[in-house]
Nanobody
Framework: QVQLVESGGGLVQAGGSLRLSCTAS????????MGWYRQAPGKQRELVAT???????TYAESVEGRFTASRDTAKNTMFLQMNSLKPEDTAVYLC????????????WGQGTQVTVSS
């Protein structure tokens, strides 16, 4: 089993920055790819960024150039640096870790609230 805990959310003005962290515990050697998702009220959960085990990243078009995802495997932590925040970035941000061995499954954190005021 893997447990994920997000932190770093908060209230920020438009144009500001926040850095989210997602710390894993438990069977951390079983973790493969990880990702950041977000869910705004009344909207579907959407993928924000992925970080593969080798550190390679992908981003949603809406955050490309503003957000940077990374991970420190030794510390079992993934980060999301968010710059130039916009009101439409307001959402609960959740991290996901995928088990890399059979049976493959996803683990989710509880999320951290990010609110961007205009």
């Amino acid at each position: 089993q893997v447990q994920l805990v997000e932190s770093g959310g908060g209230l920020v003005q438009a144009g500001g920055s926040l850095r989210l962290s997602c710390t894993a515990s438990g069977s951390t050697t079983s973790i493969g790819d990880m990702g950041w998702y977000r869910q705004a009220p009344g909207k579907q959960r959407e993928l924000v960024a992925t970080v593969a085990r080798d550190g390679s990243t992908t981003y949603a078009e809406s955050v490309e150039g503003r957000f940077t995802a990374s991970r420190d495997t030794a510390k079992n932590t993934m980060f999301l640096q968010m710059n130039s925040l916009k009101p439409e970035d307001t959402a609960v941000y959740l991290c996901k870790a995928q088990r890399r061995f059979w049976p493959v499954r996803d683990y989710w954190g509880q999320g951290t609230q990010v609110t961007v005021s205009s």
